[in-house]
């Protein structure tokens, strides 16, 4: 019976996990060719030399790490006091501040979306709104900032919910201690509850900054043409050029990137216990 | 902290969260196809909404995709889960954690290329599967949500600790009467838990469903997308609407059952 | 008097460090077997793998004659009450009291009986439909020991079972324990850190040290005649002066304290020659008294305890701790005041270097 526990999702993981990885790999060394499928397993190099080479995606993953660097940055302002207040507030009331973060995430990001279309269109409620002021219509849609807005919306749980469980076990005799000692309220934050926080700030971080860097949706919705990031791209070459080989490349490339800041990440926690 | 201080700290982000939300509820009952004037309560497009066939029919097909792969989710996810909690150091346990996690850290669209081309493998090589729609996104699904239902019960289970099994087979129980007696009930709420997870990231999945669908299997967030790329209408509203109506109500019915069951647990003294 | 319990070399290593090194042990029928030890001492890793929730890397254990060594828990013959309780919270108290007659082969009604029966013997009768979460801290314990109870098991293993009790429910616990056990007659081993309590119940106490047994005696034994420092230490207050044996006579030795070189008469057995350490227990030194060894010193100063009175003296470089009965109107000596601290000979106990 034990055997079978193990059993069974091991071989799951190894046929829908670890074989497509290997597959991914083996296909960015492939060619693209107008087959079906389009590509012709072989030893090319190609696609890994126009990674490297070509600006357009040198900057697309210099790019890819602005975006999800400054949506980690955005849902941390936003999320840390939301995270904070919570475990300040009453008992009885914190399971109801939490369930109403997670609400949102219960109904669907796309449609969620598609109020903040309706928001920051040039006819949307915002501009509507500036209009009664007399203020021009002000272009939001198709703008970073509007998806810097969409990601953060869509995000803001992953940020809240780590953030929330490790300052909620933290030991509030350590602030108490530190204003006995006459440590003002801000001092109390940045000397005490801060840096005790980090590893839950670094936990949200994570989880915001590793999707956001491979999100498609947000920025092909409200981002313009400039927001092309590693999502789009491989999107892009997967489905407009018909390149799978590429897009495979650019997903070997992504994890490569990506595997390094979990992987110390992952390492460090396993040095802690 | 002081209430005032409290609700300054929370209500920029709560208005943050829900702002949008309210305001796509009370348009979805406008009478106008612009959203930004009000020209009377209608509820046209829900009529509408319902009499959208192709999208009623990808909310079909999402619905049934979701439930039987957050079905497969939460079997694979509780096996996963109790392997990594109870099994001990067996063979190969790092191994299983790290493969596990991948979809968790994983970008959606590397996820999604890494099924299809699965897929497209099998199809070449072994003939299966037959064709990419309903079954691939089922099964690319179920791997994606297993993992997030394997940390939920793997978190239970550790914070439930070993005693109360250790209690039971100290009562002469054999272990699958453990697993059955004690064990499972004990997990029920991470299950639940997991496997309404597992159903809504399936609900909500674009990307996944975009690489390993096909053509007849179209999902509701895909037309959705397709939708939402010419143009918002207040139909998106109306549906909205109706899915934060059905999962209030969901919660509402969760609330109550809680309070039905503390109540007759007090009234027995 | 047959045992029940004999453990032979028992080891149990984690990692590189052994928390059982080749222990063995004895444990009589129907008797109170007090494991005491400090944490790491290795006293739960004994209980658990009596109970079989870990297994030994050597070693042997038989129960009633029965190797039980490699026997998994729900085939041995042992039933443990965890310091948790590990009350089952989805079922009630008679479903959990009951729980473990399922699997005895002991039908319906019968189990019905029993579960009536052990209610009421643990004062819990009409307790059966509530849920543990409805219990007190008190009442869940009574519950875990009825449910280990249930199977009659030929063993029964207690960890910890009063520590997360207060102060005054702790020991009408302790009563309620061992009239019950005095009237089924079970062995009981039961694991504490608090000397006290294994003093109060213990028929027999075994002080652990470092995965193994320091000593396995009476707990007059264990008290009175410590076999090392540790024991002593362990087991109580005591005050410890270096000293070397002098002479042997018939049931009395005699030595001289490091410090002056006073004489002290002993009547434990002690190598000649030898370097000993010379414990006593405070409640044994008397200011004045009749006692045979006299020692002259100055008061240091006291602590009041109630009952008691801790007289600090001090002679040359050491310092005694003198327990002072108070409540008969003797005298209160005061700081700087001469006084002698006296002892009998068998106050003051040898114990090896």
Redesign the interface.
């Known amino acids: 019976m034990r055997r079978l526990i193990v059993t069974l999702p091991t071989s799951w993981m190894a046929v829908f996990l670890v074989l497509p990885l290997a597959i991914v790999l083996a296909v960015a060394f492939a060619e693209a060719t107008a087959s079906v499928p389009p590509f012709a397993l072989g030893f090319n190099l190609g696609n890994f030399a126009t990674l490297v080479a070509d600006g357009f995606y040198l900057g697309t993953f210099a790019r890819s790490f602005v975006v999800a660097g400054v949506s980690s940055a955005l849902c941390l302002v936003i999320g840390y006091p939301m995270a904070l207040a919570i475990t300040r507030a009453p008992q009885a009331w914190r399971g109801a501040f939490l369930t109403l973060v997670i609400l949102p995430f219960w109904t669907g990001f796309l449609l969620r979306l598609t109020a903040w279309i309706g928001l920051l269109r040039e006819d949307g409620w915002i501009n509507t709104v500036l209009g009664l002021f007399g203020l021009g219509p002000a272009e939001m849609m198709y703008t970073q900032g509007a998806m810097y807005v969409g990601i953060a919306y869509c995000y803001l749980p992953f940020m809240i919910l780590p953030l929330y469980a490790r300052l909620s076990a933290r030991d509030v005799a350590l602030e108490e201690a530190a204003a006995d000692l006459g440590a003002g309220p801000w001092r109390v934050f940045w000397r005490i509850t801060w840096p005790l926080s980090l590893p839950g700030v670094v936990a949200g971080s994570l989880l915001v900054f590793v999707p956001a860097m491979g999100e498609f949706v947000i920025p092909e919705l409200l981002g313009g043409p400039a927001a092309e990031t590693l999502g789009r791209v491989l999107w892009g070459e997967f489905f407009a050029n018909r390149d799978w080989p590429m897009a495979s490349a650019l997903a070997v490339a992504m994890l490569l990137v990506l595997m390094l800041p979990v992987g110390i990440w992952q390492w460090k926690q396993g040095g802690e216990r | 902290m002081s209430r005032r201080a409290l609700l300054g700290l929370l209500l920029p982000g709560y208005a943050f969260l829900y702002l949008p939300i309210a305001l796509m509820v009370v348009f979805s009952f406008n009478d106008s196809k612009l959203v930004t004037a009000w020209s009377g309560f209608s509820v046209r497009w829900y009529i509408a909404l319902w009499n959208n066939g192709p999208l009623m029919e990808a909310t079909w097909l999402s619905l049934r995709i979701a439930a039987l792969s957050a079905t497969m989710a939460t079997v694979l996810g509780t096996a996963a889960g109790f392997a990594l909690a109870h099994g001990g150091p067996f063979r190969g346990r790092g191994a299983f954690a790290a493969v596990l996690s991948i979809p968790l850290v994983v970008p959606e669209v590397i996820f999604g290329l890494a099924l299809l081309l699965l897929f497209v493998a099998g199809q070449a090589l072994i003939g299966l599967p037959i064709e990419r729609g309903f079954t691939t996104i089922t099964l690319a699904h179920a791997t994606f949500a297993f993992a997030y239902v394997a940390v939920l019960v793997q978190a239970r289970l550790a914070d439930a600790g070993t005693d109360l099994e250790e209690a039971a087979a100290d009562l002469g129980a054999p272990p699958s009467v453990v697993f059955a007696r004690i064990t499972l009930p004990l997990m029920a709420p991470a299950l639940v838990s997991g496997w309404l997870l597992a159903f809504t990231l399936s609900l909500d999945d674009l990307v996944v469903a975009s690489f390993t669908g096909g053509p007849g299997a179209t999902t509701l967030p895909m037309r959705l997308f397709s939708a939402a790329r010419l143009g918002v209408t207040p139909e998106f509203y109306a549906l909205a609407t109706v899915v934060l109506a059905i999962v209030a109500l969901a919660l509402a019915g969760a609330w109550l059952a809680r309070r039905v069951a503390v109540a007759r647990e007090s009234a027995v003294e | 008097m047959t045992e029940t319990l004999l453990i032979e070399g028992l080891t149990r290593r984690f990692g590189g460090h052994a928390a059982l090194d080749g222990l063995d042990l004895r444990v009589d029928a129907g008797e109170v077997f007090v494991l005491l030890g400090g944490s790491g001492s290795g006293k739960t890793t004994l209980l658990r793998c009596i ?3 870990e297994t030994p890397d050597a070693g042997r254990i038989a129960l009633e004659g029965v190797d039980i060594t490699a026997l ?3 085939k041995r013959a ?3 009450m ?1 310091q ?1 309780y ?5 079922m009630s108290v008679a479903e959990n009291v009951g ?2 007659l ?3 082969g002991v039908g319906k009604a019968e189990a019905a009986r029993r579960v009536a029966a052990l209610l009421k013997l643990v004062r819990l009768e009409e307790f059966g ?3 543990p ?2 219990l007190s801290g008190g009442q869940k314990q009574r519950v875990a020991l009825a ?2 109870l ?2 009659r098991p030929s063993l029964l293993l207690l960890d910890e079972p009063f520590s997360a009790l207060d102060r005054n429910l702790r020991e009408d616990t302790r009563v309620e324990f061992l009239r019950i056990q005095r009237a089924l007659c079970i062995a009981s081993i039961l694991v504490t850190h608090d000397q006290e309590e294994a003093l109060a119940m213990a028929d027999r106490i075994g002080v652990m040290q470092a995965g193994q047994l320091a000593q396995v005696g009476t707990p007059e034994d264990v008290y009175e005649r410590p076999a090392s420092r540790f024991v002593a230490e362990f087991m109580g207050m005591a005050n410890f002066l270096p000293a070397v044996v002098r002479e042997r006579g018939r049931g009395t030795t005699l030595l001289r304290l490091a410090d002056g070189n006073l004489p002290v008469r002993s009547t434990c057995a002690a190598t000649l020659g030898s370097q000993v350490t010379l414990a006593l227990r405070p409640e044994r030194l008397a200011l004045g008294g009749a006692g045979e060894n006299r020692l002259e010193g100055i008061v240091d100063g006291v602590s009041y305890r109630g009952a008691t009175l801790d007289v600090f003296v001090r002679f040359g470089t050491t310092a005694l701790v003198v327990r002072h009965p108070l409540g008969n109107g003797a005298g209160v000596p005061g700081a700087g005041a001469a006084v002698t601290v006296s002892f009998a000979a068998d106050a003051a106990i040898v114990l090896p270097d």
């Open positions: 109970g079989g929730f998994p828990p729900h042992v039933n443990t965890f948790s590990a009350l089952f919270p989805h729980f473990g399922r699997h005895a439909a509530r849920r979460a409805q449910r280990a249930a199977r």
